[in-house]
């Protein structure tokens, strides 16, 4: 079945210490996400791709980087973990159609859960 | 600022019963969308609903829309235990946007 793959599901990490989470589909979407979601709260977009052009969000911390190497991959890379970057990392495709027709629905994998001890 | 806001942020019932939650947002939308997410997952897409539609179903969902007051709801009829899950909407500004999510309501269905 198409999906959206996000490995590891769960990452432990040492404050400071470079991370990198990793997301997949198998969907041939030409728009993938990165969200960064806390505790009971909403999911909040740190930037995403469309295609090849990387969209970062004005209040996205340095800190976090994205890579797309090509359409099935993209990554996750956090410099310097702090800890208030422990969170659920959510990565999500969509299927842009141009034109006045908005975005289509989001595609989201199962995140990945991220401890910084 | 948050373009979505939830209401009621938790909502208890018992299975059978329905289930209501709104969503108000502040600016105009394309599109507006629900969203379902279990415990510890991702989300799923419910359904989407543009803003010249004032009402779509979809199996046991009904959602509506009313642009004049900027919100919408979501009704779930004949709740099951399985519906137990946090509810996001999610609007789209016009043309290729991205979404912006709302805080979420917690629906726990009780058997």
């Known amino acids: 079945d198409a999906m959206v793959i996000q490995n590891p599901r769960y990452q432990v990490t040492q404050f400071g210490k470079p991370v990198t989470l990793s997301c997949s589909q198998t969907l041939n979407h030409n728009v993938m996400y990165w969200y960064q979601q806390k505790s009971s709260q909403a999911p909040k977009l740190l930037f995403h791709?469309?295609?090849?052009?990387?969209?970062n969000e004005a209040d996205t911390p340095d800190n976090f980087q994205s890579r797309r190497p090509n359409t099935s991959f993209c990554f996750l890379d956090i410099r310097s973990p702090g800890l208030g970057d422990a969170a659920m990392y959510l990565c999500?495709?969509?299927?842009?159609?141009?034109?006045?027709?908005?975005?289509?629905?989001?595609?989201f994998g199962p995140g990945t859960r991220l401890l910084v001890l | 600022s948050q373009q979505g806001e939830e209401d009621p942020q938790a909502l208890s019932i018992q299975e059978g019963e329905n289930a209501t939650m709104n969503c108000s947002y502040k600016t105009s939308i394309n599109n507006l969308q629900w969203y379902r997410q279990n415990s510890g997952r991702g989300l799923v897409h419910l359904i989407l609903?543009?803003?010249?539609?004032r009402e779509k179903h979809s199996g046991r969902l009904r959602v509506t829309l009313d642009t004049s007051k900027k919100s919408s709801s979501l009704l779930i009829t004949a709740s099951r235990a399985a519906d137990t899950a946090s509810y996001f909407c999610a609007t789209s500004n016009s043309g290729y946007s991205t979404l912006t999510f709302g805080k979420g309501t917690m629906l726990l269905v009780s058997p």
């Open positions: 791709y469309y295609d090849k052009d990387f969209n």
């Open positions: 609903i543009r803003s010249n539609e």
């Open positions: 999500a495709t969509s299927r842009d159609t141009t034109g006045p027709i908005s975005t289509e629905t989001q595609y």
